[in-house]
């Protein structure tokens, strides 16, 4: 939604056993292999995921989905991970055989976090913390740089979410404040920290690849791993904690049991100002109370839960001094207030007037979820809130999504939902998330998916086939579709996506922009209100800073010509 997310999206490499399918950062997932964009990448916070936008994302960008607690599907559908089957619905696809409690299963439960921390700290086969700091360092008094210790070399990856982005960077602002310098590569490092996705196999993969290749690189490295992945049993013949290197497994975003691991001071406190990316991250929940059939996320994060309004504005107001734009992200913004009956958009309304001149955008949110004081913002508060929706569609047809758990929308709901929006205002970037092949998938639910599509003003589609993932009651679902058919109905997707996407890149040819520079000097590139890449002239303002632009066709380059820096 998260979220979310940061970054472009590396297409799914071509094989034989394709496994994605996206979004699993609340009701639906990220289930792809996302790679930051260099524009947006850190010196030293090297990010896969969909955090920050940078030049080269455009559709290929792979955010993050969240959805929503919201009320009973009016034919009755049970709003639990475990739903009864709607009355009508074809037999011989009924999910309440398949979907049934099981043994051994880990299911998230309503009502507040699973656990306290989201699990106990689990410890790979030396079971030890790593220190970072050095032995004579002291963890009472750091001060200036000249009175700080001298700290070990610390490298961190990150997999996955905009979500996961945001706990990389509270990570590194501790670790730097407790001394330790953060290195570009893990051959020169002697801590490895990798903040893990789970949402698809592949995401897994790439997570123990990295971690394998980085220990071949450094022997003497010690690794800690964290994150998703590092909060559910194992899908592989050897468990993460048993990889070479890992000396400590802390998971989902547990960042009490990270301190522990690291052996950070416990009472520093670091919060981020100046983040690594152009664009800030502030992670407004965390955890997820839907539970889409296809979705890990809900059993890695655990029950919903808001972070306090005044923290956010605090946060929020450090942030803006450095960073023109705030993307705000979780696993399901959109449940941000429920446990004391605040909403998103009083959230964002109370952010707008109290911290100026910064631009705030969502991650993904359910369409369902846009109530008339959210939509006022997205729409009539130009230069304060990004024109953008991220709202998971996941499929066009109302049997699919009923199989996977969606129960609060049907396609007819969603489209209406997202029409009465984007006819609301000239400028606006419509994005949406779609599973191919998810099981009991047939040609005419795949044809409806189609159809929607080609009549709603997307500007942007994310589309991946589906990746079964472990645990989830969607991979006890009978009649899988066969990869090939799933990747072939993928592909007709995302050629219709770049051909949606390529004529809003047109119809804003002339138009005026609020461009927020992503990249400056001989490369400089920068994102507008609408989610557009644009070039940018020589001389644009430096990174992170915004100025208001008009487009222009360059050959095949969309370029932003300044017109007037808007001051923060």
Not at 240 to 264: F, I, K, N, W
Not at 344 to 358: F, I, M, S, Y
């Amino acid at each position: 939604m998260g979220d979310p997310c940061a970054a472009g999206a590396r297409s799914p490499r071509p094989r034989g056993r394709q496994r994605r399918a996206p979004r699993g950062c609340g009701p639906g997932a990220d289930q792809a292999r996302v790679q930051q964009s260099d524009s947006e990448r850190a010196h030293a916070l090297v990010a896969i995921g969909d955090g920050d936008a940078g030049c080269t994302h455009g559709q290929r960008r792979h955010p993050v989905h969240r959805g929503g607690r919201r009320g009973r599907h009016p034919a009755g559908v049970s709003r639990h991970h475990l739903p009864e089957v709607r009355a009508g619905e074809d037999a011989a696809y009924s999910t309440s055989a398949e979907l049934r409690p099981r043994a051994g299963i880990l299911q998230a439960r309503r009502g507040g976090a699973r656990r306290a921390h989201l699990g106990e700290e689990r410890t790979g086969a030396a079971g030890k913390p790593v220190p970072l700091l050095a032995p004579r360092a002291s963890t009472r008094r750091l001060g200036t740089d000249r009175e700080r210790p001298l700290g070990v070399k610390l490298y961190l990856r990150t997999f996955g979410c905009r979500a996961n982005q945001y706990d990389s960077e509270i990570v590194r602002a501790r670790a730097l404040a407790a001394g330790a310098t953060i290195v570009d590569a893990p051959e020169d490092a002697d801590v490895a920290l990798f903040n893990s996705c789970a949402v698809t196999a592949d995401a897994v993969a790439d997570l123990r690849q990295h971690v394998r290749r980085a220990a071949r690189r450094n022997p003497s490295l010690r690794s800690v791993v964290m994150g998703c992945a590092a909060a559910l049993p194992g899908d592989a013949a050897t468990p993460l904690a048993e990889l070479p290197s890992v000396h400590a497994l802390v998971p989902g975003a547990d960042l009490d049991a990270l301190v522990v691991a690291l052996d950070l001071p416990s009472d520093l406190v670091a919060p981020t100002t100046r983040q690594t990316g152009a664009r800030a991250l502030l992670r407004i929940q965390d955890g997820c109370d839907e539970h889409c059939t296809f979705c890990v996320t809900t059993l890695a994060r655990g029950s919903h839960r808001s972070r306090p309004a005044d923290a956010l504005v605090d946060e929020a107001r450090a942030l803006a001094a450095h960073h023109g734009e705030i993307v705000l992200t979780g696993v399901h913004i959109g449940s941000w207030g429920k446990e004391s009956g605040a909403s998103l958009g009083a959230l964002l309304e109370r952010l707008v007037r109290e911290v100026p001149d910064v631009r705030f955008r969502l991650t993904s949110i359910e369409a369902t979820e846009v109530d008339d004081r959210l939509a006022d913002l997205l729409v009539g508060a130009p230069g304060r809130v990004a024109p953008h929706l991220h709202a998971p569609l996941q499929s066009g047809s109302d049997r699919v999504l009923r199989r996977m758990g969606r129960h609060w929308y049907t396609a007819a709901r969603y489209a209406s939902a997202v029409e009465r929006l984007a006819a609301r205002t000239p400028v606006f970037a419509l994005a949406a998330d779609l599973i191919t092949g998810f099981p009991g998938e047939r040609d005419e639910d795949h044809a409806a998916t189609v159809a929607l599509v080609h009549v709603l003003p997307f500007t942007s589609l994310h589309v991946f086939p589906y990746s079964e993932r472990p645990g989830t009651a969607a991979a006890r679902l009978p009649d899988p579709v066969a990869p090939r058919v799933a990747r072939a109905r993928a592909i007709e997707l995302r050629e219709l996506a770049a051909a949606k996407s390529e004529a809003h890149r047109r119809a804003r040819i002339g138009g005026e922009a609020d461009v927020v520079v992503i990249r400056d000097g001989a490369a400089a590139c920068g994102l507008t209100e609408d989610y557009l890449d644009v070039a940018l002239e020589g001389g644009a303002p430096a990174r992170a800073a915004r100025f208001a632009a008009t487009l222009v066709a360059r050959g095949a380059e969309l370029r932003a010509e300044a017109r007037a820096t808007i001051a923060r």
